[in-house]
Every structure is written in C-alpha cells, then in structure tokens.
C-alpha cells in the first residue's frame, strides 16, 4: 500500500533518520535488561527503533506494531524476520506479560496516554520495563508558529482550528512518575534538550512536514499545502537563525521515563 494523504509517510520521515534514532539509542541505553525474550517497539514507525531492539535483543525476541500501514510496509522490508501487526496503542494488548514495552516518540499522538502507560505497565513481568520517549516541543518555535499560520489565513484559519488538538501535551514529570510509581518498583523521569543540526529552515519544514504539521496540512488542499509551507518556512528563518556553517540548530526538549515493574 502506498502512502495516502493523510497516512504517515516512512520515506520522508527517514530523510532525519539519524537524528530522529538518536533518542530511542538513548532511552535503550537506560534499560538495564541483559537479555529478553519478549520485546515490543511500540508505534515502530518504518522499524528504526525496532532495530535497535533487535541489535540487543535478537530476532526472536522481537516484535512490533503501528497505525500506519506506510510505516509499516517500510519496517517489514527493513527487518523480514520480525513480527509487525497493525494496532493502536490506545487499545492494544500483549499477550503474556513482556520484558520490556518501548514506545519512542509516538505516545504523544496517543488521547490520555498517562492512562495508557499505566494500563500497559501494569501487563509486564515483574522486573520488566517500560520505556518511553516523546517530544516536549508544543512551546517550541517550531509549533508556535504552526498554530499562528494556521490562524492567519482565513482561507483556512476556521479548518484549522483544532489542528493543535490532534496531539497531547506531555504533561509535568512529577504525573509521570505518581501514575507509575504505583505499579512500578523503580520509575526515573528526565528531560533532554536536543539541538538537532539541519541544514536550514527548509529542514525544519521537511521534519516536521511528516509529523508535526501533518494535522495542520492534512486538511487542506495540495495548493494551499504549498502556501501554508511557505508561510511557516518563513517564521522557520526568523525562530531559528543561520549558524556560522549555515545551517540551523532545532531545539528539541524530549521527555524520558523508563520504569521497572
Ligand atoms: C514519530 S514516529 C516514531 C517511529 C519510531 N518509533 C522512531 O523511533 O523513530 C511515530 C509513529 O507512531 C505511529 N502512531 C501514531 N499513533 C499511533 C497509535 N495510536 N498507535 C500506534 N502507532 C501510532 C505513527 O504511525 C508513526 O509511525
């Protein structure tokens, strides 16, 4: 299947692929498991971070799930021996009780994902752990000034009005840590700041053209797509200014919680 408008789109979210990996490298690195027999990378996407599950964990223990039928032929093609299934993470369950429950920069496109973090650290086995990863940027420039184009226009301010709905605030570390703290033995909470090196203001419009913006674009037709990118490009330059070299630095608060049960 190919990818559809409104569908995630694995090539293009691939062209940062080195930067978008380097958090799931990191969040993996504070997961004290030496060996699993279940692990499940959930919202896969095209199977970045599922392979670094498999670097440490091997084939067999492997598996992986997203919406995205896109993302998903991507991540059958990158890693043949793995299991992807269709699912959201809103209703889906394990079966039997997994080692370790990875989510990398997908909950925060999930409603009331404190609630479904805990539902789902409550399914592992004792000792087993949930990791999770999502970008704390809804006050960044780079959504700010999502939402002021989208309010600018009226071409398309009153369809865009709840665009910004589309995606769940991460909300303080301390909720988090209460939510867990009461199925888990051990929850750690932090916040890194990225600074992801892009080549100008034209990147930032590509990286987050495949996630971000996607609620903001998917309404609109392929013209005005074009004009509202334009638009936003133009506040990029403004928010993120050229480095001496000529690219830019995007700011990028990202929230961790790994937690043992
Ligand atoms: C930003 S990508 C992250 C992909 C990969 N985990 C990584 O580390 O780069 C977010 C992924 O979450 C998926 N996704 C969004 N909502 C989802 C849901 N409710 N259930 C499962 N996957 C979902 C999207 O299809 C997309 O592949």
Redesign the pocket.
Known sequence: MTATQTD?SAAR?LAFEDE??RP?RDLLAQVPLDGAARAV?????PG??TELLVERFGTAAVSG????PD?LAKARARLPGIAFEQ????TWQPDGEPDLLFA???LQ??PDHVAVVVRLARTLRPGGYLAVQMPDNLDEPSHAEMRAVAASDPRWAARLARAADARDAVVDPGVYYDALQAVCARVEVWVTVYHHVLEGPGAIARWFET?GLRPFLNPLSQAEQADFLAAYTDRMAQAYPAQADGRVLLRLPRLFVVARR
């Open positions: 995630w979210y978008r990996t799931a990378d959930m919202g896969c996407g970045n971070s799930f997203d919406t995205s993302m699912a959201d993470l809103a990398n920069a997908v496109w999930v996630t």
